[in-house]
């Protein structure tokens, strides 16, 4: 069993920038990829970003190549998401998930655990 909680959300103008981090517990966090999801109202839920094990390989939705970060500390079991130059339509919640599957994966069902989200709010 993996636990994951999500912080770092909020309300930010068109522009701006958030830092999303997901704190880890229970189970080795090495032994999982990671990944950043997000869900609109009305929308299905998408990949924003994952990384391998190992944080040498990441994969990004193109709608937020050049803007978003996603990193990992294995010694903090945090993985973070570095959102910038946020526009209005980045607006959802976002959760994080952890896979234990190998390589980059992006379908939200070969995630096998879940944080509660947190909501980011972008307004123009």
């Known amino acids: 069993q993996v636990q994951l909680v999500e912080s770092g959300g909020g309300l930010v103008q068109a522009g701006g920038s958030l830092r999303l981090s997901c704190a880890a517990s229970g189970r080795a966090f090495s032994s999982y990829a990671m990944g950043w999801f997000r869900q609109a109202p009305g929308k299905e839920r998408s990949i924003v970003a994952s990384?391998?094990?190992?944080?040498?390989?990441?994969y990004y939705a193109d709608s937020v190549k050049g803007r978003f970060t996603i990193s990992r500390d294995i010694a903090k079991n945090t993985v973070y998401l570095q959102m910038d130059s946020l526009k209005p339509e980045d607006t959802a919640v976002y959760y994080c998930?952890?896979?234990?599957?190998?390589?980059?994966?992006?379908?939200?069902?070969?995630?096998?655990?879940w944080g509660q989200g947190t909501q980011v709010t972008v307004s123009s």
């Open positions: 998930a952890a896979d234990g599957g190998f390589g980059i994966r992006w379908r939200p069902v070969d995630y096998d655990y």
């Open positions: 990384i391998t094990r190992s944080g040498d390989s990441t």
